[in-house]
Each structure stands twice: as structure tokens, then as C-alpha cells.
């Protein structure tokens, strides 16, 4: 499967097994940024609910790029 590449306008080239290691990536990474962020807003003062919350999705979505370039630069090694 190494042979696979799918190509979107040239402008993002991946593979199966680069998204199958962003994807495992992401379970630790994107965790630990949302576990920061929600620690974050808690020392910030924002300790309702809806708080911990917001920290908690954005913390996951900025995990999404951050997995992506660490999987990128771990495939292209």
C-alpha cells in the first residue's frame, strides 16, 4: 500500500498509511492539547461549564494541524 498516493490538486499529497499515523498521532496529541487548554481556562478563572468546554474543542481542533505536520515530518523521514 505504500504505492497508494491520492493527489488533490497538487496541492496535498498523502497517503494511507500517513493518515492511518496522523490518526494515531491525534489520540495522543489532540488530548493532550485539550487536557492544556481545559487546565488552562481553569487557572484562567473560567470554571462553569461552558467554559472547560470551549477550551476543551478548541484544544482538540489545534490538535488537528499539529498531528498533521508531525505525521508529515515522521513519513517523509
Not at 40 to 59: E, M, P, T, Y
Request: avoid cysteine; aromatic fraction near 10%; charge should be neutral.
Amino acid at each position: 500500500m505504500d504505492g497508494y498516493r491520492i493527489s488533490v490538486t497538487g496541492l496535498l499529497n498523502w497517503s494511507i498509511p500517513m493518515l492511518r499515523l496522523a490518526s494515531i498521532l491525534y489520540s495522543l496529541i489532540g488530548t493532550t492539547l485539550a487536557g492544556s487548554a481545559i487546565v488552562f481556562a481553569l487557572v484562567a478563572g473560567h470554571d462553569d461549564a461552558q467554559g472547560i468546554i470551549w477550551a476543551a474543542v478548541i484544544g482538540g481542533l489545534a490538535g488537528l494541524p499539529v498531528a498533521w505536520l508531525v505525521a508529515r515530518r515522521l513519513y517523509d523521514a
